[in-house]
């Protein structure tokens, strides 16, 4: 049971150039979830999901675009990356609050550098 | 703006002491506050959460207190061992908002064998 996957785990990219993180949950979650943890800031939420098909912003969204087209993938694509871009990636899934007491569970990370 | 500020940013422990972990919060619509223990190279895992309906949590070495009425929360690691070296975060969240995670900065714990 792999829980959450992040696919790739490492990339770097040029200023301008675009690309799109996967992630993958087989824990059949409603919600899904992306974030950037950069030092001294904890992790910051990017989108999220609430279901298939939705989406929405969360507190850092500029610069970044989402799709969640099946239940058990979530898609984040840097449209023109740019040096502050550069993070390490979080994707999350959890229940919805009627199953409470289910955490969030983190896949391993993105780690991103954009030059 | 940061919603939930994490104090201190680093910690040396010795090995069977107790570390601390202070955070306080400013939206009173949070109602759940969740601990994730972070390893170099790894994703948070949960480590204990509590409600606010109640002021403290155990479970095994750890413990969440915490204080409604100051917006405050802390996790206390007993006994604390050299396998606890890691960051930990705090987080809070309202569950009936899609249980968004707002996140404190983190603290890195090392423990001294």
């Known amino acids: 049971n792999a829980g959450v996957t992040q696919t790739p785990k490492f990339r770097v990219l040029k200023t301008g150039q675009s690309m799109t993180l996967l992630c993958a949950q087989d824990?059949?979650?409603?919600?899904m979830y992306w974030y950037r943890q950069d030092p001294g800031m904890g992790l910051r939420l990017i989108h999220y999901?609430?279901?298939?098909?939705?989406?929405a912003k969360g507190e850092v969204p500029d610069g970044y675009n989402v799709s969640r087209l099946k239940k058990q993938n979530f898609l984040l694509g840097l449209e023109s990356a740019a040096p502050s871009q550069t993070s390490v990636y979080f994707c999350?899934?959890?229940?919805?609050?009627?199953?409470?007491?289910?955490?969030?569970?983190f896949g391993d990370g993105t780690r991103l550098s954009i030059l | 703006q940061q919603q939930v500020k994490q104090s201190p940013q680093s910690l040396i422990v010795q090995k069977g002491g107790i570390s601390i972990i202070n955070c306080a919060y400013e939206n009173t619509a949070f109602d759940y506050f969740p601990w994730y223990q972070q390893f170099p190279g790894k994703g948070p895992a949960l480590l204990i959460a509590i409600r606010p309906d109640v002021s403290e949590k155990k479970e095994g070495r750890f413990t969440i207190s915490f204080n409604k009425s100051a917006k405050q929360f802390s996790l206390h690691i007993m006994d604390s061992q050299p396998g606890d070296s890691a960051t930990y975060f705090c987080?809070?969240?309202?569950?009936?908002?899609?249980?968004?995670?707002?996140f404190g900065g983190g603290t890195r714990v090392l423990v001294k064998p």
């Open positions: 999350a899934s959890s229940s919805p609050v009627a199953h409470s007491n289910q955490p969030q569970h």
């Open positions: 824990m059949n979650h409603e919600y």
């Open positions: 987080a809070a969240s309202v569950e009936a908002a899609g249980n968004k995670l707002t």
């Open positions: 999901s609430v279901g298939e098909g939705t989406t």
